[in-house]
Every structure is written in C-alpha cells, then in structure tokens.
C-alpha cells in the first residue's frame, strides 16, 4: 500500500521559508494527483495546494497564494512545497495526500469539492514564531 511520508517541517521566524518534502518509497507517484493539507491547533483541516499526476496543473487557497509553490519531480519521486513569507498563521501540521489519475486540475474548486484522497500521510509540523 502506498505510503506518503512528510518531511520538512521545523520552527521559522515569520518572514522566513520552509521547503516541504512528500515522499513515498518504494512506490511511484507518476499516476497520483498531490494535495498538501493543513490543520492548526483546534481548527478543522483545510486544503493549501495540489499539483496534478503530471504537474501540468497546480492550484493554491486563496490564503497562499502568492508566497507558497507546489512542483514534483518524479524522477525523484518526490511532491515539494516551498512556503515563502511564512506568517504566524501558517502554523500548522501539514499533510501531503494522493489521488490516482487526476491529469488536470481546473480550479480550487474543483480540488476542494470533487476528489477524495486515497492516501495520506502522517504530517509534519511548521511552527512559524518568533
């Protein structure tokens, strides 16, 4: 069974940068669509940015967009999040999930209200504090 592990995570000063990994050894990425997910402390999660199976398509909340960019590279197997201008309410643990065969993603909505993740991973923690 496939299995996405995170990695990444850490303590930043606000303004500053984490580059977020998603793996998952021994196994492929190629045919799975990538969503990275978020949860703060007592708040529900929510979705941050998803890349298509071949990374023609990526698309951001409207609370990222801007400072945050999602890119894969299947050669190495691996789906990245790197996460500019870091504010305190980017803290959260963040989750990477996979769903296969999705070749394009239209718009947020789209990701948000049609595709249900077959896999996820355990997270890993982004504190963003001074």
């Known amino acids: 069974q496939l299995q996405l592990v995170e990695s990444g995570g850490g303590l930043v000063q606000p303004g500053g940068s984490l580059r977020l990994s998603c793996a998952a050894p021994?196994?492929?990425?190629?045919?799975?669509?990538i969503g990275w997910f978020r949860q703060a402390p007592g708040k529900e999660r929510e979705g941050v940015s998803c890349?298509?199976?071949?990374?023609?398509?990526?698309q951001y909340a409207d609370s990222v967009k801007g400072r945050f960019t999602i890119s894969r590279d299947n050669a190495k197997n691996t789906v990245y999040l790197q996460m500019n201008s870091l504010k305190s309410a980017d803290t959260a643990v963040y989750y990477c999930?996979?769903?296969?065969?999705?070749?394009?993603?239209?718009?947020?909505?789209?990701?948000?209200?049609?595709?249900?993740?077959?896999?996820w991973g355990k997270g890993t923690l982004v504190t963003v504090s001074s």
């Open positions: 999930a996979a769903v296969r065969s999705v070749s394009a993603i239209s718009s947020w909505y789209e990701w948000v209200n049609y595709y249900v993740m077959n896999y």
């Open positions: 021994g196994f492929t990425l190629d045919y799975y669509a």
């Open positions: 890349i298509s199976s071949s990374g023609g398509s990526t």
